[in-house]
Structure formats: C-alpha cells, structure tokens
C-alpha cells in the first residue's frame, strides 16, 4: 500500500554534519528520515526556498528534459529500505506508456518537488524506518527524569534501522511538527 507523504524539512546532525530529509506522512504523525548527500540537500532547500541557481542545475535539467520530451512524473515512490539504505522509483508517463526509473530517494524527490509530483512511500518501508513523535508531555517527562523508555518504547526503536536511531537521537525535534521553521530561520 502507498501512503502520501510531504517534504517536512531538510536537517543537519550537529556532530557529523551529515544531512537528513525528513518526509511526513500527510495523514498522521509518522516521519520518515533518510541521510543525503550535501548536493542532494541543497537542491532540495534551494528549490523550497525558491533560490534561482544561474545555471539549471541537475534537477532542474532533468526537469527540463521531462518537459521537452513531453513526459509527466506522475509521483515518486520510496519503494524499498535494505541493509540501511533507501530505495526510490519515478514514475513517468510518456506517449501512454509508463515507465519506472530506479533513483536515489533524495533525487527523485528533488526532482518529485520541482514538478509537483506526489511523494509516496510503501507501507513496508514505513514499518521499518518511520519515527512517531512522543506527544509533548510524555517526551518532557522523560527528558525531565533521565528515565530508560519501557519495554514496549525499546521494542518500537528496535525497528528503526541502527544508523537512523543513531542520527534522531542528535537531532532537536522539539520544532519538527512545526515544519521545521526554526532551523530554517538559522541560516
């Protein structure tokens, strides 16, 4: 099953520098995190912060060849996760025949963006590497008492794959529901 998601925002880990996109499931509070590169990252802000490059730039290219070739991303899918790492699909129709090319998740949702092209992610990857946030009075209080989370809060962080555990633990969350207004407003 697809499930819609949105772009949230774009994070960096304050300790290794490496950066994160976060999606939002558009229908609840499941967000998905998955590391990119540093162009991959930039070109993803540049175009939600309607920064215009000289030059197009990859994505931006791409998007360009679509539209020349009379081709429509009809959406992008985040179809796999293995072994910690994400797996992406764009759909294009073209001369009514559909086509599905295999893409890193970071640019096929740069490109997704571009074209106002839905983000979907399959329901399976979502078991795997989807985070809930804790509601504010339940994150506070453990926070608050330095307590160990419970048997069924340890089961939940077991899905969650060992690199992206690692990473949300560095991460401020504490604006990530607000559409990640504050760490936009620090650069």
Same mark, same amino acid.
């Given at each position: 099953m697809l499930i819609e998601m949105a772009v949230d925002s774009v994070r960096v880990n304050v300790q290794s520098y490496q950066r994160v996109v976060i999606l939002k499931e558009k229908r609840s509070d499941r967000y998905l995190p998955?590391?990119?590169?540093?162009?991959?990252?930039?070109?993803?802000?540049?175009?939600?912060?309607?920064?215009?490059? &000289?030059r197009p730039q990859t994505h931006d290219l791409i998007k360009s060849i679509f539209g020349?070739?009379?081709?429509r991303?009809?959406?992008?899918?985040?179809?796999?996760?293995?072994?910690?790492?994400?797996?992406?699909?764009?759909?294009?129709?073209?001369e009514g025949?559909?086509?599905?090319?295999?893409?890193? &998740?970071?640019?096929?949702i740069?490109?997704?963006?571009?074209?106002?092209?839905?983000?979907?992610c399959e329901e399976a990857v979502l078991e795997k590497g989807a985070v809930e946030l804790e509601s504010d009075e339940e994150?506070?209080?453990?926070?608050?008492?330095?307590?160990? &989370?419970?048997?069924?809060?340890?089961?939940?962080?077991?899905?969650? &794959?060992?690199?992206?555990?690692?990473?949300i633990d560095t991460l401020d969350l504490d604006d990530l529901g607000r559409g990640g207004e504050a760490e936009r407003g620090k650069r």
């Open positions: 998955i590391f990119i590169g540093n162009s991959e990252a930039d070109a993803i802000i540049a175009y939600l912060h309607k920064v215009k490059a &000289p020349e070739l009379g081709a991303v009809s959406h992008i899918v985040v179809n796999d996760l293995s072994n910690d790492v994400y797996y992406a699909r764009i759909n294009v129709e073209l025949r559909h086509h599905e090319i295999d893409a890193r &998740p970071s640019d096929a740069a490109v997704a963006i571009r074209l106002q092209a839905p983000i979907y994150t506070d209080s453990v926070e608050a008492s330095g307590a160990k &989370p419970d048997a069924e809060a340890a089961k939940s962080t077991e899905r969650i &794959p060992t690199a992206f555990r690692d990473f």
